[in-house]
């Protein structure tokens, strides 16, 4: 497995198998990797890609001041042991410093789905994920990129990029993986007390419950959208929001049905938690 630092030299190394007819692919993590994070290298492979890129870096410039860009969770030696194991064949660690060069003045803004949901309480964060994500595409130029369902504004902003910029580049969007008690791995998990972690399940268990109730008869989105806060609020966590949105448009839907996606951020204690289910 290969180990690049220099996005300079993960390009030209990208470019050398290309040109020898690989197939490659590309999987932008933030590193302290997971089973989600796996699941996604194994559906490059799945997709028979001959090189698959995962890349490790946590980025600057999608954290706003307040968040935990200091704290979020890093672990350089268990990555390169689990992207080993998974079969990845390159990593790259840039830095911030070599990825955003003094001066760095170029930036990619989506304006249209990334308006709401995390887009609305995060501001700038979808900035800096196009950013840096466009510039991982321009250096790996994968055939694909797979990404997880867990962060959906974010596929869908990306796919929206990808399309809008003509990268083309396809992007495939992995199921969301469980802990088995119901809870979406994430790094993030790891800030959680056990306390806090069990109040969490409250997250997948209400949004499951909504989509099995959808299932039988679409429901009106503001009864159970308030039913799911109320749920939420019970268990201890506060909620950042609960929505109903078309899963193309990501605009709020009138009532939970086919072809619609339900979202919800909360903070369970201090850790900022986000999960969805497509109805
Ligand atoms: O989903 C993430 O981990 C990040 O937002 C991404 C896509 C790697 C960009 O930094």
């Known amino acids: 497995m290969k180990i690049f630092r220099e996005p300079s030299k993960l390009q030209k190394w990208c470019r050398s198998r290309k040109a ?27 997709r028979k890609a001959d090189e698959i890129v995962v890349s490790v870096f946590v980025n600057p410039v999608q954290f706003g001041p307040n968040e935990d860009y200091a704290k979020y969770p890093r672990d350089e ?27 760095h003045s170029v930036y990619v803004v989506e304006e249209d789905l990334s308006k709401g949901l995390c887009g609305a309480r995060r501001p700038g964060h979808f900035r800096g994920v196009c950013t840096v994500v466009a510039k991982l595409f321009n250096l790996v130029q994968p055939d694909f990129a797979v990404f997880g369902q867990k962060d959906y504004q974010q596929a869908q ?3 929206r990029m990808e399309r809008d910029l003509n990268f083309g580049i396809d992007i495939v969007v992995a ?59 019970k268990a201890g966590l506060k909620v950042d929001y609960v929505e109903c949105v078309d899963a193309k448009t990501l605009e709020n839907a009138k009532s939970v049905g086919p072809g619609t996606c339900v979202l919800v951020a909360a903070y369970d204690g201090k850790t900022r938690l986000i999960d969805n289910v497509l109805v």
């Open 77 to 103: 030696r268990a990555d390169l042991a689990k992207c080993r194991a998974a079969g990845a064949t390159a990593v790259f660690f840039p830095t911030p410093e070599n990825m955003y060069l003094d001066r």
């Open 20 to 46: 020898n007819g690989c197939k490659i692919a590309l999987v932008p993590t933030m590193g302290y990797l997971h089973e989600g994070h796996l699941s996604l290298i194994a559906e490059a492979k799945r």
């Open 175 to 233: 199921p969301i993986v469980r802990e088995p008690s119901g809870l979406a791995r994430s790094s993030r998990n790891t800030y959680l007390s056990p306390a806090e972690r069990e109040a969490a399940l409250v997250l997948s268990r209400s949004l499951m419950e909504l989509k099995a109730s959808a299932a039988d008869s679409p429901r009106s989105a503001k009864q159970a959208l308030s039913k799911v806060a109320a749920a939420i609020e």
């Open 157 to 159: 902003v990306i796919k």
